[in-house]
């Protein structure tokens, strides 16, 4: 009885403490994971390309579902990563003169852990994709656009801001990529595919032109070919 009433009597309190502490915390991560592009112009130049190449793939396979991502793409996604981790070495060492590497290792010694990984973890998939030496379905989720970029961007964002990694910047980057997958799911289930899509009148003249030009080179194959075989006779 006496332990009932004491977690009772703490019931609200740990609530409270939910509501005014955790939650804030959790959003104020949240707000500083999304918004660190436009607090750090630098970031921009290697964010930019990820959100854009994000976004533009999210709507090609919403488009196409069909189509699925291909041994090729996935060995290119995985490239991604390293040459993000090359970049996220160079903002951290940088600036520093050879005999001052060991210094900022000791003050960065996060942040270096984090380039590591990302590079060592884009070498590993580009190895596994390479060699096929996993199922098509894994290597096709972690070499997924949203995979490769979301990781590439929330190592961008740790290393070229002072975000404090914790409990908290987690439960924020998950509530991120959680909102990402609905928001695409939702962009997926209204985007028009391809057998409901009414062509344009630039979408036809486009593909008469084409069709005239593919036309014209079959014929110009065929007449190659009736050539050489009269020459050969």
Known sequence: MLFAASAVASSPMSTQYFIHNVIPSIWERFVDVVAAPFSNPGML?????????????????GRYRSEELGWNTAVGNSLVLVFVSLDLVRQVY???????????????????????????????????????LVPKWFAFDISSPLAVNFTAYLSIVFIYTNLTIDAYAVIAALLLLLLLVVLFAVVHYFEPKVGFYRASGADRALGVLFRSLEKGRNRKAKRHLGERKVRHL
């Open 45 to 61: 130049w290697i964010t930019l390309p990820l959100v854009i190449t994000l976004l533009m793939m999210e709507f090609y396979f």
């Open 94 to 132: 940088g600036g520093a003169q050879l005999s001052s590497v060991w210094d900022v290792f000791l003050l960065n010694t996060a942040k270096t852990v984090i380039a590591v990984v990302v590079g060592f973890s884009g070498l590993l998939i580009f190895y596994t994709d390479f060699f096929h």
